[in-house]
């Protein structure tokens, strides 16, 4: 890789909510009738990386069956204007037919939509075929606030274990398309911080079980009480040993979330409570290329507009992070400020759908630019020369 990927996404977050109520980030935030102005806004920030994808539930029909309409002319055009996607294909949500993460075929039905859609859009190389499945089977088997709705560790283990599935025979079925694909995991890091001695038990499991979903990824064993974990929660050694046996990595890079909410305390009692920015992106992701060691994408950030100037203070810092990732020798190959335009319902982590407007874009959702915007095309023009990494040898090229 010759170049360092600065990028943005628009947000196409598309869980079922309480009550059967799917939110639907597109709908939410007028990209299905805004769609060219928000291109129009990638390209005025001068980027050329755009995290984006087709919803799931409304192209996937069944099996065998897509309705490409509207990725046809949305895919046409960022092709045509020289935007370079990296291709989302599953956030957060599956089709109503499909039902949701605990269905057990959801792994083979979604191998078969990521090779149509390979097929279809033979052009796109950069993939997520599924986005933050830590959190997604978390939000939505464990903590019960999306899809499922469901809130044990065995519900959550088997969301788990097919939204991983689902990833790696997707990788598996893209490659066949188009062998030299690259994947980009979008995952949260996270860290856990005991505030008391007597919460060091629960902190040290949190901050294993952070790993899961790239361990399983990445056919990296996991510890032994992860691993009596995972089996006793409904894990089979058949299905654990799959993971064991994935080849992909190599075509891989760690795409690393990170939020003012990524770090928590954990207190004795066991709840937790946010604690922004304790140790800070650059040692976190510190902590994940020394497990996983591939390189590694800052995928996602974001910071409400206060008028305070707070969120291009986060920016600023959030890049200063990756600067020092990459002068320790870190393959750092890219920055993402996610989204291109506000969001909504974010501020309940989307268990309701309100219609609240929050101001974490680059442009409102007038599409008029933001303080935050003004600042993120500053500092891509200024750094548009930097490479991925200062020392050490980076294997992909794109």
Same mark, same amino acid.
């Given at each position: 890789?010759?170049?360092?990927?600065? *990028?943005?996404?628009?947000?196409?977050? *598309? #869980?079922?909510?309480?009550?059967?109520?799917?939110?639907?980030?597109?709908?939410?935030?007028?990209?299905?009738?805004?769609?060219?102005?928000?291109?129009?806004?990638?390209?005025?920030?001068?980027?050329? %990386?755009?995290?984006?994808?087709?919803?799931? %539930?409304?192209? %996937?029909?069944?099996?065998?069956?897509?309705?490409?309409?509207?990725?046809?002319?949305?895919?046409?055009?960022?092709?045509?204007?020289?935007?370079?996607?990296?291709?989302?294909?599953?956030?957060?949500?599956? #089709?109503?037919?499909?039902?949701?993460?605990?269905?057990?075929?959801?792994?083979?039905?979604?191998?078969?939509?990521?090779?149509?859609?390979?097929?279809?859009?033979?052009?796109?190389?950069?993939?997520?075929?599924?986005?933050?499945?830590?959190?997604?089977?978390?939000?939505?088997?464990?903590?019960?606030?999306?899809? /499922?709705?469901?809130?044990?560790?065995?519900?959550?283990?088997?969301?788990?274990?097919?939204?991983?599935?689902?990833?790696?025979?997707?990788?598996? *079925?893209?490659?066949?398309?188009?062998?030299?694909?690259?994947?980009?995991?979008?995952?949260?890091?996270?860290?856990?911080?005991?505030?008391?001695?007597? *919460?060091?038990?629960?902190?040290?499991?949190?901050?294993?079980?952070?790993?899961?979903?790239?361990?399983?990824?990445?056919?990296?064993?996991?510890?032994?009480?992860?691993?009596?974990?995972?089996?006793?929660?409904?894990?089979?050694?058949?299905?654990?040993? %799959?993971?064991?046996?994935?080849?992909?990595?190599?075509?891989?890079?760690?795409?690393?979330?990170?939020?003012?909410?990524?770090?928590?305390?954990?207190?004795?009692?066991?709840?937790?409570?946010?604690?922004?920015?304790?140790?800070?992106?650059? /040692?976190?992701?510190?902590?994940?290329?020394?497990?996983?060691?591939? =390189?590694?994408?800052? $995928?996602?950030?974001?910071?409400?507009?206060?008028?305070?100037?707070?969120?291009?203070?986060?920016?600023?810092?959030?890049?200063?992070?990756?600067?020092?990732?990459?002068?320790?020798?870190? =393959?750092?190959?890219?920055? $993402?400020?996610?989204?291109?335009?506000?969001?909504?319902?974010?501020?309940?982590?989307?268990?309701?759908?309100?219609?609240?407007?929050? =101001?974490?874009?680059?442009?409102?959702?007038?599409?008029?630019?933001? =303080?935050?915007? /003004?600042?993120?095309?500053?500092?891509?023009?200024?750094?548009?020369?930097?490479?991925?990494?200062?020392?050490?040898?980076?294997?992909?090229?794109?």
């Amino acid at each position: 890789m010759t170049g360092f990927m600065f *990028a943005t996404g628009v947000e196409n977050s *598309a #869980p079922i909510l309480a009550g059967g109520k799917r939110l639907d980030e597109y709908e939410a935030c007028g990209h299905y009738a805004r769609w060219r102005e928000d291109f129009d806004c990638v390209q005025e920030l001068g980027l050329r %990386f755009l995290r984006y994808g087709p919803q799931l %539930f409304s192209t %996937f029909l069944g099996e065998g069956r897509y309705d490409w309409s509207f990725a046809d002319e949305t895919f046409g055009e960022l092709r045509r204007r020289g935007i370079t996607p990296i291709a989302d294909l599953c956030h957060f949500g599956v #089709p109503d037919w499909i039902g949701d993460f605990q269905n057990p075929d959801f792994p083979r039905l979604f191998e078969g939509y990521a090779r149509a859609f390979a097929e279809r859009y033979p052009w796109v190389q950069i993939f997520t075929p599924v986005n933050e499945m830590y959190i997604c089977a978390k939000f939505s088997a464990l903590t019960g606030w999306w899809n /499922e709705q469901l809130t044990g560790d065995r519900s959550f283990v088997t969301a788990l274990k097919h939204m991983v599935r689902a990833n790696v025979l997707a990788m598996r *079925a893209i490659l066949e398309v188009r062998p030299d694909a690259i994947f980009v995991q979008s995952e949260s890091s996270e860290h856990y911080h005991a505030v008391l001695p007597s *919460a060091l038990e629960r902190q040290d499991f949190h901050n294993r079980h952070r790993f899961l979903s790239l361990d399983l990824n990445y056919g990296r064993q996991v510890d032994a009480g992860m691993y009596q974990y995972l089996l006793d929660n409904g894990m089979t050694r058949e299905e654990y040993d %799959f993971f064991q046996h994935n080849t992909t990595k190599a075509r891989c890079i760690i795409g690393n979330d990170y939020y003012p909410v990524s770090e928590q305390w954990v207190l004795p009692d066991g709840s937790l409570e946010s604690a922004p920015d304790v140790l800070g992106y650059s /040692e976190i992701t510190r902590q994940y290329f020394e497990r996983y060691r591939i =390189p590694v994408m800052h $995928t996602e950030t974001n910071f409400a507009e206060t008028g305070d100037g707070a969120a291009v203070r986060w920016l600023r810092k959030e890049f200063a992070n990756v600067l020092r990732v990459r002068e320790a020798g870190v =393959p750092i190959v890219g920055f $993402t400020w996610y989204s291109i335009t506000d969001q909504v319902d974010w501020d309940t982590m989307l268990r309701e759908a309100r219609g609240v407007v929050n =101001p974490l874009g680059l442009f409102d959702l007038d599409r008029k630019i933001r =303080p935050v915007g /003004e600042a993120y095309r500053e500092l891509v023009a200024g750094w548009r020369e930097l490479t991925p990494v200062r020392t050490g040898v980076l294997t992909l090229s794109i």
